[in-house]
């Protein structure tokens, strides 16, 4: 029942006190990505599309370097600063999530760091 602290370098390093992700008791709780270039820590350029495809992979690294997957998703989080971006959003994020999709919140905020357009958060099982 310990929890284990995930890093890797595939997806962008945390930005502040926290980590990727924790696991713990069979989950993976995975911190909230933005739609950073894990190469050169800048924000992918591009529109909403862009910067959806680069968050996805970014948590598609991190749930891989936990011991999950994308597949193994219970739960989502997405945090767009426009809902008029909603349409845009979908399209790209059902692309990573063609079968049984993972249940799924989306809320419109003010800002988010480093001026990103999106995040998105993920609970998955593990392996």
């Known amino acids: 029942m310990s929890k284990q602290v995930v890093a890797t370098g595939k997806a962008p390093a945390a930005i502040g006190p926290y980590s990727q992700a924790v696991t713990a008791n069979g989950f993976v709780f995975a911190s909230g990505q933005i739609p950073l270039d894990p190469a050169t820590g800048q924000i992918a350029p591009g529109g909403i599309a862009e910067q959806t495809k680069q968050v996805l992979e970014n948590l598609k690294a991190v749930l891989e370097a936990a011991g999950s997957s994308l597949d193994?998703?219970?739960?989502?989080?997405?945090?767009?600063?426009?809902?008029?971006?909603?349409?845009?959003?979908?399209?790209?994020?059902?692309?990573?999530?063609?079968?049984?999709?993972?249940?799924?919140?989306?809320?419109?905020?003010?800002?988010?760091?480093?001026?990103?357009?999106?995040?998105?958060?993920?609970?998955?099982?593990?392996?």
């Open 72 to 127: 193994k998703a219970l739960k989502t989080t997405i945090y767009i600063t426009d809902m008029n971006n909603f349409a845009a959003v979908n399209e790209v994020y059902g692309g990573y999530f063609e079968v049984d999709p993972a249940a799924r919140a989306t809320v419109e905020v003010c800002r988010l760091p480093k001026d990103a357009l999106i995040e998105i958060d993920a609970i998955a099982l593990k392996e």
